[in-house]
């Protein structure tokens, strides 16, 4: 019998959050998902068995505490995640992702049911210009207001976690990429969308800039091995990186891309934007070793299938 059968899921109208609600049905668990609607896609989900959508602010406490207290477990997904906007609307993104967190945690705290809560951190942003590879004793270096945003959260977590009895994972995901992202802006949707329209790249900074994507059904599958884990958990903390231990520069993902289209698109270089990591990739050894956790998706294949998906859902 699972212990844990019925799971709010905050922001899971977004990218992610879509995908992984998808995958939650399909697992069987009840799903109820908080969403503002902010940047998420308003879509295919809603109507779905086992599932119900709730259109609030996760500030909202009054509102949203009926909702967490009925569950067993937390996705806490929603976030203003664009690092650039960070930097231009510091105090903004605090509030959005550190202010709304704590008062979650603080349902938490009373609740006499929900006691478990899954965060999504960032392995990029929260590191900087920390050297990679990374993994979870590299030291946490900041450059810009979402990267500390993310940086503040996980300690609030382990803190409530220690104080107040809570269970909780963290993960720090790389650069996510996968279908149903029809809303996003990075960078591997827009090449792809250039690649498309025949528009030439921009690259901020320099094309050996570089991240580690990780597709986002390995995501998925990851916070399924996490919430197996709550019945392992020794500690009442842990803290996982999601990556595919691959540093991919910008000039090798345009590669990838022409492989695929058969296009060669231009590239021109601007400014480097105040905020953003130079380069970055990360270990998961830790989440290989404790959940079983193995990415399944290649970057070719990755981008091979979401080139046709954007295609086919977004031009068509
Ligand atoms: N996509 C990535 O590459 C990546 C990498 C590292 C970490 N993350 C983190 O993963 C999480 C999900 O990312 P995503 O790419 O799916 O983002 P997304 O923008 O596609 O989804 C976020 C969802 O949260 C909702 N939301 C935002 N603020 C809200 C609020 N106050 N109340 C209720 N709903 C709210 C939005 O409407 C949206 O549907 C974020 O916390 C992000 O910081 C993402």
Redesign the pocket.
């Known amino acids: 019998m699972k212990e844990i059968k019925k799971i709010v899921v905050?922001?899971?109208?977004?990218?992610?959050?879509f995908n992984l609600v998808e995958k939650f049905l399909k697992e069987k668990y009840e799903v109820l998902i908080?969403?503002?609607?902010?940047?998420?896609t308003k879509n295919k989900i809603i109507g779905r068995k086992n599932l119900k959508v709730f259109d609030?602010?996760?500030?909202e406490k009054k509102d949203i505490k009926n909702i967490i207290d009925s569950c067993d477990l937390v996705i806490?997904?929603?976030?203003?995640?664009n690092v650039v906007e960070s930097v231009q609307e510091p105090i903004e993104n605090f509030n959005?992702?550190v202010f709304?967190t704590i008062q979650l945690l603080e349902i938490l705290k009373d609740s006499e049911k929900c006691k478990k809560i899954i965060f999504?951190?960032?392995?990029?942003?929260l590191m900087g210009d920390t050297p990679p590879p990374v993994n979870e004793k590299s030291c946490p270096n900041p450059i810009s207001p979402?990267g500390a945003s993310?940086l503040a959260c996980e300690g609030y977590i382990n803190a409530y976690s220690n104080c107040y009895g809570l269970n909780s994972i963290v993960f720090?995901?790389?650069?996510?990429?996968g279908p149903n992202?029809s809303?996003?802006k990075?960078v591997v949707n827009k090449f792809i969308r250039n690649s498309i329209n025949d528009i030439e790249h921009i690259i901020y900074g320099s094309p050996n800039s570089s991240r580690d994507y990780i597709h986002v059904y390995d995501i998925c599958e990851a916070i399924l091995l996490g919430i197996e884990y709550f019945s392992k958990m020794e500690k009442n903390y842990e803290l996982f990186h999601l990556a595919n231990f691959e540093e991919v520069t910008l000039a090798k993902l345009i590669e990838t891309i022409y492989k695929v289209s058969k296009k060669k698109n231009s590239y021109k270089i601007l400014d480097y934007r105040k905020g953003e990591v130079l380069r970055n990739f990360c270990s998961f050894e830790k989440a290989n070793n404790l959940l079983k956790f193995n990415p399944k998706y290649n970057l070719q294949k990755g981008i091979e299938d979401l080139y046709f998906w954007i295609l086919e859902n977004e031009f068509c």
Request: proline share 0%.
């Open positions: 905050t922001g899971g109208l977004g990218f992610i959050g908080i969403d503002s609607m902010i940047s998420g609030i602010d996760i500030s806490h997904l929603a976030a203003k995640g959005q992702n709304t999504s951190s960032t392995g990029g942003a979402y993310k720090r995901f790389g650069n996510v990429y992202g809303h996003k990075g």
